[in-house]
């Protein structure tokens, strides 16, 4: 844990909620804004461990009052869509620049042999295949698009099972004209390319295959090796922070682990 990155997190989160005219209940010891921090807290430091982040910030007086961990958690529940709200209006404030990087990676809710036992996502739609590691996976994929500098801009949860170029057009359509997105030899489509740069005016570059010829631009293949390894960057400490071992009993409850992923992760890699 570090104060230099809890205070400024909780700052301003606090400052958005506080000019969105939110206000806590009256009682409560602990605002607002000091739980979804903890949520933050327990994707960096605790692999979303929420009772460890709540009695090492209780302990080391990082709130300002004392609460329970079941208290903390139903309230976090309550504040899921603030958590979402945030995830959504960091990225928008970064949305800058002409160069983005995209990438998909698993977000399992059990093990494939569970599958058929599972409650919370049923169907074959789920079943997805994780080339990266070679193994079967059943659940959600996460598709994220973030800066040069690692920081998430836009997300995307969509079924395993789904092709990485099924969200790509939504996801490009808030991108500035002109940008360009690099992307893994996944995103290899040349329609879709197409359709994208004429729908939206972004440029989808993914890496090309041995077999195929290389990019119509010079730079593009340039940049492309030089950008391309932050999605990676990206990717290890989301897995550190427990994206592949999330454990929620519902999907609400992991929509609330992923978007504290994400918070985190822009705090984390903001300039």
């Not at 989808?204 to 631009?217: D, E, I, N, S, Y």
């Amino acid at each position: 844990m570090d104060a230099n990155w809890i205070i400024p997190a909780f700052v301003m989160i606090d400052t958005l909620m506080e000019h969105l005219e939110h206000q806590s209940d009256p009682r409560a010891q602990v605002p607002d804004s000091a739980i979804v921090t903890v949520a933050g807290v327990a994707a960096k430091d605790f692999a979303h461990h929420h009772e460890r982040a709540v009695q090492v910030m209780n302990g080391m007086g990082y709130l300002s009052g004392r609460i329970s961990v079941s208290r903390c958690t139903r309230r976090l529940h309550a504040l899921r869509d603030w958590l979402a709200f945030i995830a959504v209006t960091v990225g928008e404030l970064l949305t800058q620049g002409a160069v983005f990087v995209l990438d998909s990676r698993p977000a399992p809710v059990c093990r494939r042999a569970r599958a058929r036992r599972c409650r919370k996502v049923r169907g074959r739609a789920y079943c997805g295949y994780c080339s990266a590691k070679n193994e079967q996976c059943f659940g959600w994929r996460l598709h994220l698009i973030g800066t040069p500098q690692g920081a998430p801009v836009t997300f995307q949860r969509a079924p395993a099972g789904f092709h990485d170029l099924t969200p790509i057009h939504q996801l490009a359509f808030a991108r500035p004209e002109g940008a360009r997105l690099f992307g893994d030899k996944a995103y290899n489509a040349a329609a879709d390319e197409q359709t994208i740069q004429a729908e939206t005016g972004v440029r989808l570059v993914p890496g090309r295959k041995a077999t195929m010829g290389p990019h119509a631009w010079v730079l593009d293949d340039w940049e492309l090796r030089e950008d391309r390894h932050t999605i990676e960057t990206v990717n290890r400490q989301l897995a550190k922070m427990g994206r592949e071992r999330l454990h929620a009993r519902t999907n609400s409850g992991l929509e609330l682990k992923v978007h504290a992923s994400l918070i985190a992760l822009a705090f984390t890699n903001v300039d």
